[in-house]
């Protein structure tokens, strides 16, 4: 890998430019801001040419790892391959061109696609209907635990203020319960690495909006007792949530709906094959059960009596007038079942979410079609077994039964040499693989988390197994060359205490 | 592995309380800053906040984790240790010598359900 660490602000030269602009027209318009909004001085820009920017970016490209170079078993994120033929139906000029405010008459085919999108996620969750509006998974979590809060308020049921959330959670999931102003109450793992069921029983009355679950859970393990936990949990009147996080083992063998949940979001971006973040474009769809379902966010699209779509935008359309009463929210009068759109939990996102994304996620799924969609979770489940029983001389594993999709190991088996998690992940640099998922969960000192996902060959497989044993022997033959590890990549070990106690944000900053 | 110190008594999510008179002072464990690992930002209470035996009162953060602290005893903030917000890192270098908070004691028969430092190893070598 070439070494190019240097910033866009390294290369500027006075005066250099890519580009003419046209002369400013406008500058009449400056004088009439307030004196508080504008500059004091000229922004400082980098000022560069075309080709500049062009070996820049290319070059910093070149210093990226991703799934398309190379196997990337990061757990919890399911980093699967992307199929490239998502980004062509995305790119398609009919699909990119359009614009969030055109006419619903001019954009039923999208509108169209957008519940068809909705009803495949339903037939694979078992939910009875989805949003697709919510823009990650955490806002997707956010968005149904509004849904969760405005089902107990539309009962008048207003005690119920409290989430239950197990302690291996993702840790997304108390964030969003507090976001959502509801208080966190924490149940137990037992050591099986399962929520305990005797723990979770003292803990449910009439304050319990619901529990926050994800199955199976973040040690790769499936919740066994769902059934009772989802019986105990409505029996005291609280709902099910289901952090879809870790749904790709589960797809198309087993149904959350079917297991008693009431509400969950799905990660477009690791079981439906649409890009990893970076803080980029992301779609957290939520699925609710049809008692929730007149509560999900608003706008939504509403297939009218003669089959058009329009978009509803909680505007109550069920009074006499032919505009509808106007009312928004249960001001109305309607039922807390009216599915108009007045009972939604309001609105939160712009438009109806990233398109874009969603577009990549029924491409997806048409082109494996049902039976290929029933191979993915079989085939990720079989790689990380396979991983797991072939590592577990070398590497302590904690609980030692068949795990789903993933699974932690608690560091090496003999840590004699003081060899630890982060000093094994450092050294799969130099290996050329991605690092695992470290220090998560939180239930071990040193947990590292292996997620193969269903898209790598046994190849692929036996190498990183094959690596992974030599590193377990490097660590007693020769610790210190895991200690200062990596020694390949064009940065060597990198001091993260020092950048987290003493942050450098501004280039102006550096000297 | 991790020191612990004679005379103080300690929590179960590994706060450490020193008594002086009716004041309880409180900081983590050698064992805590050595699983959290190297120290970014310690989240204290202010002066005056009245805090519940087992309520949370801060946070510590590390470069591979944030972790919640639990007051071991109930009472009032009288003082914090400001040296930590611009220098976390002295719970590394001496968890013991670098206390966190100190409370004036509503109840110290609380003190009754913490552990001593012999019964505490005990609980960090299963852990």
Redesign the interface.
Known sequence: MKYYDKLIFDLSKEGRQGYSLPANRWTATVSELPESLRRSCEPVLPQVSELDVVRHYTNLSQMNFGVDSGFYPLGSCTMKYNPKINEEIAAMPAFAGLHPLQPASTVQGALRLYKDLSHALSAITGMAEFTLDPFAGAHGELTGLMVIRQYHISRGDLKRTRIIVPDSAHGTNPASAAVCGLEIVQVKSNAMGLVDVEDLKPLLDDTIAGIMMTNPNTLGLFEKDIKEIAALVHACGGLLYYDGANMNPLMGVVRPGDMGFDVLHLNLHKTFSTPHGGGGPGAGPVGVAAHLASHLPVPKVVEAEDGTLYVADGTCRCAVSEEGSGAFGPACGCAPECMCGCQSCGQISGFMGNFGVLLRAYTYILMLGKQNLKMVGPLAVLGANYIKESLKDCYRLPIPTVCKHEFVFDGLADQSTGVTT?DIAKRLLDYGFHAPT??FP?LF?QSIMIEPTETESKETLDGFIEIMKHIAAEALSDPDSLKTAPHTTPVRRLD??TA??QPVLKFSDLS | MAKTVEGLYYSESHEWVKVEGNVAIVGITDFAQH?MG?L??VDMPEVDDELEKGEEFGAV?????A?DLFCPVSGTVVEINEELEDA??LLNVDAFANWIMKVEMSDPSELESLMDAAAYEAMCAN?
């Open positions: 982060l470290i220090y939180l000192h993260e205490t987290a106690r | 699983a190297d970014s930002y953060e590390s470069v591979k984790a972790s976390p890192e852990e």
